[in-house]
């Protein structure tokens, strides 16, 4: 039984390409193309695909918001992101709602037949400069978490109340210490934390 594949993707040319890939194999059959997010949320459901490669760069609503509703209509579809995007934004966005991979357009036929291979197998397909964004990023937020972990009681008691947007003397009096012990539990926080100001320290703790 051939896996059903639909195509969305606003470039005629290249919307045309990629349906010829699809027919041009013999375990892949066309279930449907459409050149925009909102054609797709309107008729893809029928077309009952086994997968969707997706395009980010959409007119109307982009392929992030499209896959974010696709997701809320089947959480089962599998979504193959197909793109020339390489900044992180894009990349994390799209996983986190949903897509299973992420490919660049500039792999070639073979290689997106490759990720789609991979993608029926339980993978998660990505282009290697993807893949290598993605252990990059969780390195980083590993070595965060190791930085935040350094943090007293206090510290991080202190930390949740500057999320909230109190100032120094509404944490003292919360803790019932002065605001020159506050300032120094700051001081400590800035050098344990590696940063400068009061807004790094909040968004880096608030990551962990």
């Known amino acids: 039984m051939k896996k059903r594949i639909c195509i969305v993707e606003d470039d005629r040319d290249l919307r045309e390409a990629l349906c010829m890939m699809i027919q041009f194999t013999e375990h892949y059959e066309l279930a449907g193309s ?6 797709a949320l309107q008729f893809l459901p ?6 969707i490669l997706m395009d980010i760069n959409l007119p109307g609503e982009n392929g992030i918001q499209c896959v974010t ?4 209509i089947n959480p ?17 966005k799209s996983l ?3 897509a299973s991979g992420y490919i660049l357009k500039t792999e070639g036929p073979a290689k997106i037949i ?21 252990v990059a990023s969780f390195s980083k937020m590993e070595s965060q978490n190791r930085l935040t972990e350094t943090l007293t009681a206090r ?6 109340l500057l999320a909230k947007g109190q100032m120094n003397k509404e944490v003292a009096n919360q803790l019932d210490i002065s605001t020159g012990t506050v300032r120094k539990h700051i001081q400590n926080i800035y050098e344990k934390l590696h940063v400068n100001t009061r807004v790094e320290a909040v968004n880096l703790y608030l990551k962990r």
């Open 69 to 72: 509703k696709l997701k809320n």
């Open 46 to 51: 029928e077309t009952e695909p086994d997968a």
């Open 34 to 39: 459409f050149e925009n997010a909102e054609k």
């Open 155 to 160: 510290e991080k008691e202190i930390l949740e």
């Open 114 to 134: 490759n990720a789609l291979d991979e993608l029926f197998e339980g993978g998660s397909p990505m282009s290697s400069s993807i893949a290598r964004k993605v």
């Open 76 to 92: 089962d579809y599998l979504v193959l992101m197909c793109t020339s995007y390489e900044d992180d934004e894009k990349i994390f």
């Open 96 to 98: 986190e709602v949903g």
